[in-house]
């Protein structure tokens, strides 16, 4: 298998190939999953602690999930009581974590940029579950696997990624992911929710919904995130939700077999009629909150491999 990585900490670094081999792993964990023993060894002896400076009950169960199915000790720790807010700087708390002696890391934090620091002082792998609005990488790769399992492929499909863009880090890691698997990616929404500058990631950006969803195989909604607004970027959640949310009328210029995603939690009404949602023949929304729990298995799984291997000296990993 092809992953020669320390940490996950953005889709950036990764080869195509490595993303191949990543999901190929999360597929095995999706048939564990289903079955009656769920529970496999391989971090058997290995410390995980999920560090979450972000409340977020979804992708924290799913990495808790995660380590326990595949043997690790876990521990939460409650970061909002924590002494980060008696004053205690980030380096500080890297030190202290040292000297734990943890293996595996998953952490959130708000500002963009603070997991990759954390990385460079701890001695363990560090997995980003979403720092600030710069990545958020075991979702773009769960994503990708919902994709992958719902349309047979993941190369040269059109994905059109809608909604809140310049707050969201799920938008960037899947438009980077996307790209590098060689599919047609859209962005989607109104000119004050799209970054400066965003054409330079190769895709195509289009504020009127209707045109940015015709022929899509893939329509991905995404939240608008309130707490990451410092002014008024939408007149309205009502008028928003008439030009930019998911409807049936909008979704018929998809194509008929097109999927609907959201990487949660919906804000039903807003961005996302409820009806859509719950469409078991279009909605993969619930098979995501699966996908999460096998992708983080697998990405757990790779690095502690690399881990083992690096206090065996057999390789060089990067």
């Known amino acids: ?40 060894e391989v971090l058997s002896g290995l410390t995980q602690i999920n560090m979450f400076f972000e409340n977020s009950t979804r992708t924290q169960a799913s990495f808790e999930l995660a380590g326990k199915r595949l043997g690790a000790d876990v521990m939460n720790m409650a970061m909002q009581a924590s002494s980060i807010k008696k004053g205690e700087t980030l380096i500080d708390t890297a030190l202290t974590l040292n000297a734990m002696h943890p293996d595996l890391l998953v952490v959130r934090h708000p500002h963009s940029g603070a997991v990759n620091l954390l990385a460079e002082k701890v001695n363990c792998a560090v997995l980003n579950a979403g720092d600030g609005k710069h990545e958020h990488p075991t979702q773009a790769l769960l994503d990708a696997l919902t994709i992958r399992r ?63 969803l015709e022929d899509a195989d893939v ?51 807003v961005e996302i009629d409820g009806t859509i949602a719950d469409d078991i023949n279009r909605s993969v929304i619930q098979e995501q909150v699966e996908m999460g729990v096998a992708v983080r298995m697998a990405a757990m799984d790779l690095l502690a491999r690399n881990l083992r291997a690096e206090t065996e000296d057999e390789g060089v990993i990067v």
């Open 150 to 212: 719902a349309k047979g492929r993941l190369h040269r499909l059109t994905i059109a990624i809608c909604g809140d863009i310049a707050h969201s880090r799920v938008a960037r890691s899947n438009l980077i992911l996307l790209g590098k698997m060689e599919n047609r990616v859209r962005l989607v929404g109104p000119p004050t929710l799209m970054p400066s500058k965003i054409e330079e990631f190769g895709v195509e950006v289009y504020d009127d919904m209707k045109a940015g």
């Open 1 to 40: 298998m092809t992953f020669r990585h320390r940490h996950l900490l953005g889709i950036e670094p990764l080869h195509p190939t490595e993303i191949t081999t990543l999901l190929d792993l999360a597929d095995t964990y999706v048939d564990l999953n289903k079955s009656p023993h769920k529970r496999r």
């Open 219 to 269: 329509v991905m909604m995404l939240r608008l995130q309130r707490e990451r607004m410092d002014g008024g970027f939408i007149p309205s959640e009502r008028e928003y939700y008439h030009r930019y949310g998911l409807d049936a009328d909008k979704l018929r210029l998809a194509k008929d077999d097109a999927i609907v995603m959201h990487p949660g939690p919906m804000n039903r009404g």
